[in-house]
């Protein structure tokens, strides 16, 4: 570095002939050039005392490059060179001024800041940087930041590893962890237990089992005679008939109860079974031929659920409904179920056709 005149102003120039900065007097000049000759001094004697510099890659919110990496445990906060800084990351000012002390006692105002994404030890490091001018090295990794993500430096074998990713240390830190964890939930283990014995241990101490499931009612017959159902009646049906039965002021018989369930299911099987047999395009409409009326109300009546089933997923099958406005005459398919149907109903299979034809 050095100073130079230039008109009425004086420079001082760095290594590469940039200018850094001008003063309107010589000696502003020469304690501006001392100022960060002895910065470099600072620095370069701090990286020769650091033993730990590494080539690793270094990503901001622009791009990413290999950088040179100072590992410094003497240095609190972490820097990046502003050349650096400028090329892979967005510089932000601080929120004010940041001042530090370098090897000579003097002191060093830092205004701006980047964030950094540092590859190293098999950790990303994601942490600020303080952006300085000049530096001997892309990036000096300090103490605060190394201490964040559990880094260490290794002088031994010259090498940074990762206390986190320490295998005996982790190991046996986790194993004094669920010893510990153990008594205090008065588990008795050995010290040297495993994590998944450790876990099991714990999941049978902690984790409550699923509650017992409720066993099905036995109703004793004499509650049935009484309320006059038989001996497959469902607890719901028998709790009805017992409320019914206990209404105050007007009591119901257990038979008319019985009968008025009765017609109940009768008016939702003749419904069933009418909404089945008329043509539309509804999910249970247009299911039925017109001469299988008499057959699902047999059938609905000695099991609603199936009936009701078989009705929800048979396709539409009205051939009459070819008769409507706008509709196309389909051809009449008898399947195996419907050959079945026509069997049980003595229908034969010409007179099955001729009856479900747009013609008849």
């Known amino acids: 570095m050095e100073i130079k005149q230039v008109d009425d102003k004086w420079c001082v120039y760095g290594a590469d002939g940039a200018k ?18 002895d910065e470099d001094v600072e620095y370069s004697g701090r990286d020769q005392m650091a033993s730990m510099v590494s080539k690793v890659r270094a990503s901001g919110d622009k791009s990413e490059q290999d950088v040179e990496v100072l590992f410094d445990t003497g240095a609190t906060l972490s820097f990046v060179l502003r050349a650096v800084a400028e090329k892979i990351a967005t510089i932000t000012k601080l929120p004010r001024p940041y001042t530090i002390l370098i090897g000579d006692g003097s002191k060093l105002t830092i205004t701006d800041m980047a964030v950094l994404s540092i590859q190293a030890a098999g950790e990303t490091i994601m942490d600020t940087f303080l952006v300085l001018n000049k530096t001997l090295h892309d990036v000096i990794l300090g103490e605060a930041t190394m201490r964040k993500f559990g880094l ?66 036995a109703i004793p017959k004499s509650i049935l005679d009484e309320v006059g159902l038989g001996d497959d009646a469902t607890e719901q049906e028998v709790s009805g008939a017992i409320m019914a039965l206990k209404n105050p002021g007007d009591t119901i018989p257990a038979e008319h109860y019985h009968q008025l369930h009765q017609g109940l299911r009768e008016r939702e099987i003749a419904d069933l079974v009418a909404v089945a047999c008329r043509a539309g395009t509804g999910d249970m409409e247009a299911k039925l031929y017109p001469h299988e009326r008499e057959w699902a109300l047999g059938e609905a009546k000695k099991d609603f659920d199936k009936i009701k089933s078989f009705i929800r997923n048979r396709p539409h099958v009205l051939a009459f409904m070819s008769k409507l406005p706008g509709q196309k005459a389909d051809t009449v398919v008898i399947d195996d179920l419907q050959a079945a149907i026509n069997a049980q109903l003595k229908v034969s299979p010409e007179l099955f056709k001729k009856y479900n034809t747009a013609a008849h």
């Open 20 to 37: 850094l900065a001008e003063f309107d007097t010589e000696e502003a000049a020469k304690a501006d050039l001392k100022r960060r000759q």
């Open 152 to 217: 260490k430096i290794d002088l031994e074998h010259g090498t940074i590893f990762s206390a986190m990713k320490a295998g005996p240390a982790k190991e046996k830190s986790m194993k004094e962890f669920l010893h510990k964890l153990l008594l205090a939930l008065s588990i008795e283990a050995d010290d040297e237990i495993t994590e998944d014995a450790a876990i099991a241990l714990i999941k049978a101490k902690t984790v409550q089992p699923d509650p017992p499931k409720r066993p099905k009612v």
